[in-house]
């Protein structure tokens, strides 16, 4: 099995603060890799850092055996690293297409583009519907699978999701959910999935880890860790 | 009766005017979120450009543009690289930059000049075209011409290239943008250097109509700066309408009630339609919207 | 190694003008400059201040004023808190004994105010604002005409001159007074109304904006009325602007005649010179001017440019070289004594006939110290320069006012 992500001992935060003390995980090829944990635990600062949105202070990360530890936000897509960051922040005054073609922006993803965009309607046949739609007008799960989608034209190695089951409703949050876990499937995807919706994150991955405080608390296969008392006391509500 | 429809020629080509000298200013705040205070420096110096062109080479105005707008634009990247960027975290400092940026500006062109007025008199300045007992200017409409051209292909390339959807894209959400593999730093440099370009393009086009002095652009930056927010701050179909409403007001209210209270005139239509539009005509709707979403 | 030449350096820096020798003191008079030397108005400032020098220059070449040496010390002023601090510094630190200028009344008028404190008299010989002698202050008068003057000399050229050339009586002239909306500009407008008014003439005055980005209505608005003068009392700006407007809209009125400014190589470079024939600009003497009227102008524009190298660019050089000259007069009539209530005694007797200076103008001051015999002259564009066609006697011989009415 290949090693797509490996994150050694990163820490990060923001002003003075450190929001992560020392966070090491690692996700190989099609792995779904659930992160959870409370809120404020330093869900989103991890996955902003593995964007390239916050620098690290210390730590290091590799993608795909690359070291990227220092490499510009901009510059990870063309790498096939992709986020789909909270609420999705799709690009409001856009259509639903103009959207999708950003999402094709970097170099790598714009041969093959009109394939890609009839096979991503294929999956995501709502959009197909509202291509011309502002995406400021779509529904919150229309919204979400929208900025999936824009996520995955850029035909990314490595998918990466900030709470995707924010603000849905529970029947759409598991259609989202499903999505996600089939994209990974048919792609071969790695996907890193950040929750705090311990429960269904656990339900469709393939590990865990639990985080606490700016550190890994446990960590384990999906299926062990929804079964551990632990967890199921502090996170499920069990 | 004749009158009044030289009166709305006026308007017209006056709102031209303003459009052009509107659209680089609102490409900048609706891109960077910069009120950029130095505009009317940078098309101050467009005019000084034509200017120089034209004594020391005998160089036509309309064919110095062709080095004096790519020029300015080029100084508007490297005026962003070097003095806004360093500041991008800080909002309220890089409007003081471009205020420091103006008072720089003005008093370099003021110790290079001693602060004489320069005049330049091609013999297109003096054309004047009469359409059905209405008179237009040539060099005006030509302005005119411009605005439209410059809000027209702006729109475009903001809509149909790549990198003009980058641009809208960093305007409505910058880190969305980033994720999208879009360097927003340059992205703003661009954004910085087309604004400053099409100052430089209207001070080019204004040489052949005025006196040059190290002020004017203040003149034509007070207006623009009603222009936007009249239209809506950051859309550009909103420079081009607000410059016309701006325009023709002024001629009318100057023509028909007194030149004296034109301005106050357009105070009264500025505060009327942010009254009925907060926002703004063209504040909010519609996809031509180059943004305006809070960024977080 | 060489051994340190303190006197040497000394002697540098004395020269340099670094370090004022108390003991030069004794001989000397020392008159502050209060000019504009930086900034928008840096042209007319050095102008001015080069002309002040001239003005000492040929004095002391004579021995001076009662056998003391006249020296001029710049201080320069932009700006209203400028003006106080360039006060401040002549009174205390060069310890002068009068204080001159100014270019703008704005500067004037701080500067004047400061001087007060220092019991300096200010002697003005350039700025307009009429205010400036009606405020009272006990140590202020002017040598050159107010605004008022430029006023007076358009309204006499009007009735004088133009009304014959247009074949109309002063009664039946319609005149448009077009100003641009500052005091400047307002205040010679409505003085302009009351004179010709007063001679049974149909006057409309006009305001705008000096910063105006067009002045088309304002043209459209004259042109409606079709005035037989048109009378622009502007900036250079807006007045170049307003030119270039009534070229462009044919407006051709009767007689065109611009306030103050209007006569430079500029406003040719900007106009050109077809349009320009005969227009009167009214404004200070300096050239073009007859010889009897104006005693040795020519020959001290000349002067001016051997020792400076250029012709003098501003309009208003000259006028204050003249009032230089007056407070020469003024010294001496006091046998020394610079204290600002024998300087103000010895001006106040003074009565000097029109004619007495280079600019043509006498001396004889009125109740507010304002002299009542600096005038200001009516100059036309005739070809590629102007030349003084008003009043009368001050034209050049052979020069009379040409056709008004252009093609």
């Known amino acids: 099995m290949s090693r797509i992500l490996d994150v050694q001992s990163i820490v990060a935060g923001y002003g003075e603060a450190n929001v992560l003390t020392n966070v090491s995980i690692y996700a190989d090829k099609a792995e779904v890799v659930s992160i959870v944990g409370a809120n404020g635990a330093g869900k989103t600062t991890l996955i902003s850092t593995l964007a390239g949105v916050i620098k690290p202070r210390s730590g290091e990360v590799y993608f795909q055996g690359e070291r990227i530890t220092d490499m510009p936000a901009h510059e990870r897509p063309q790498k096939m690293l992709a986020m789909v960051p909270e609420g999705g922040r799709l690009f409001p005054f856009m259509t639903v297409l103009e959207n999708l073609k950003l999402g094709a922006f970097p170099e790598r993803a714009r041969s093959g583009f009109n394939q890609r965009l009839e096979e991503i309607f294929d999956i995501f046949s709502i959009l197909r519907e509202r291509r011309g739609q502002l995406a400021g007008h779509l529904s919150g799960g229309e919204r979400q699978m929208c900025a999936i989608a824009r996520a995955m034209m850029s035909r990314p190695a490595l998918l990466m999701l900030d709470e995707p089951s924010v603000g849905l409703s529970p029947v759409m949050t598991e259609r989202v959910f499903e999505t996600i876990r089939s994209l990974a499937t048919r792609d071969n995807l790695t996907v890193l999935l950040v929750e705090q919706n311990v429960g269904e994150a656990l339900d469709i991955s393939d590990r865990g880890y639990v985080i606490d405080h700016g550190s890994i608390a446990m960590t384990g296969l999906s299926s062990e860790l929804k079964d551990n008392p632990q967890v199921q006391g502090a996170y499920m509500g069990l | 009766m004749d009158q009044f429809f030289n009166v709305v020629a006026l308007g017209m080509l006056l709102g031209g005017t303003y459009a052009l000298v509107s659209v680089g200013l609102n490409l900048i705040f609706g891109v960077i979120r910069i009120v950029n205070f130095s505009q009317g420096e940078f098309l101050m110096l467009g005019m000084y450009g034509a200017y120089l062109g034209y004594s020391t080479m005998g160089l036509d105005p309309y064919a110095g543009a062709f080095i004096v707008v790519p020029a300015l634009t080029l100084l508007g990247m490297v005026v962003y690289w070097l003095v806004m960027r360093p500041l991008q975290n800080e909002p309220m400092m890089q409007v003081f930059a471009s205020f420091g940026l103006l008072l720089l500006i003005q008093n370099v062109v003021l110790a290079i000049t001693g602060g004489v007025g320069m005049s330049m008199n091609t013999p297109f300045s003096q054309v004047t075209l009469t359409i059905a007992g209405v008179q237009f200017s040539a060099t005006r409409l030509i302005i005119l011409l411009a ?145 305006l979403r809070e960024q977080s | 190694m060489k051994k340190f030449n303190g006197a040497g350096v000394l002697a540098v820096l004395v020269g340099a003008g670094w370090i004022t020798v108390a003991a030069a003191q004794e001989g000397t008079i020392k008159i502050g400059a209060i000019t504009p030397n930086t900034g928008g108005m840096a042209v007319l400032g050095n102008d001015l201040a080069n002309w002040y020098e001239l003005a000492a220059d040929e004095i002391n070449a004579k021995g001076g004023v009662l056998g003391k040496k006249v020296k001029i010390i710049r201080g320069d002023a932009t700006n209203a808190q400028e003006a106080i601090a360039a006060v401040d510094k002549l009174a205390t630190v060069d310890k002068v004994d009068i204080i001159s200028g100014t270019i703008a009344s704005f500067i004037s008028q701080a500067a004047s105010e400061a001087a007060v404190n220092y019991n300096k008299m200010y002697w003005e010989t350039n700025a307009l604002a009429v205010e400036l002698t009606t405020r009272g202050l006990p140590n202020f008068l002017r040598t050159g005409p107010s605004a008022a003057y430029y006023a007076m000399q358009a309204a006499d050229v009007s009735k004088g001159k133009v009304a014959s050339v247009v074949g109309k009586p002063v009664n039946k002239l319609k005149i448009w007074v077009e100003h641009e909306d500052s005091n400047y500009g307002t205040s010679i407008a409505t ?86 024939q005969g227009i009167l600009i009214v404004t200070f003497p300096r050239q073009a001017i007859n010889q009897k009227y104006a005693p040795g102008s020519d020959a001290v524009n000349k002067a001016y440019v051997d020792k400076y190298k250029v012709p003098s660019i501003g309009n208003a050089g000259i006028n204050g070289y003249v009032g230089m000259q007056i407070l020469f007069k003024a010294i001496e009539a006091t046998k020394g004594d610079m204290s600002v209530s024998a300087l103000m005694k010895a001006a106040k007797a003074m009565d000097m006939p029109i004619g007495s200076f280079t600019t043509g103008y006498g001396v004889k001051f009125d109740e507010n110290m304002q002299n009542t015999r600096g005038q200001a002259v009516t100059y036309q564009w005739q070809g590629d320069s102007t030349k003084v066609v008003w009043p009368q006697e001050a034209a050049l011989d052979g020069v009379s006012m040409i056709k008004l009415a252009r093609p």
Request: aromatic letters at 8%.
């Open chain 2, 147 to 291: 605005a439209l051209v410059a809000a027209g292909g702006l729109g475009l390339f903001l809509a149909k290239t790549n990198f003009g959807q980058a641009i809208r894209a960093v305007a409505q959400d910058r880190m969305a943008a980033q994720l999208m593999g879009i360097n927003v730093e340059r992205t703003f440099m661009w954004s910085f250097g087309i604004g400053t370009g099409l100052a430089g393009l209207a001070g080019v086009l204004l040489t052949p109509i005025y006196t040059l002095s190290p002020q004017i652009g203040g003149n034509f930056v007070m207006a623009a700066f009603a222009v936007v927010v009249l239209g809506g701050l950051g859309s550009v179909l909103g420079a081009l309408v607000g410059g016309f409403i701006v325009g023709l007001t002024e001629a009318f209210a100057g023509y028909y009630i007194d030149p004296e209270l034109k301005h106050a005139v357009i105070f009264i239509v500025f505060i009327a339609v942010l009254l009925i539009k907060p926002s703004g005509l063209f504040g909010q709707a519609g996809a031509e919207e180059v943004g």
């Open chain 3, 191 to 276: 003085e302009v109304d009351r004179l010709m008014k007063a001679e049974g003439a149909t006057v409309q005055i006009a305001g705008h904006k000096a910063s105006a980005v067009d002045l088309t209505d304002s043209i459209l608005r004259a042109q409606q009325a079709n005035p037989d003068i048109f009378i622009i009392s502007g900036y250079v700006v807006d007045t170049h602007l307003l030119l270039r407007t009534m070229r462009e809209r044919n407006f051709k009125p009767a007689a065109t005649i611009l306030i103050g400014l209007g006569d430079s190589p500029d406003t040719l470079k900007a106009i050109g010179p077809e349009y320009l």
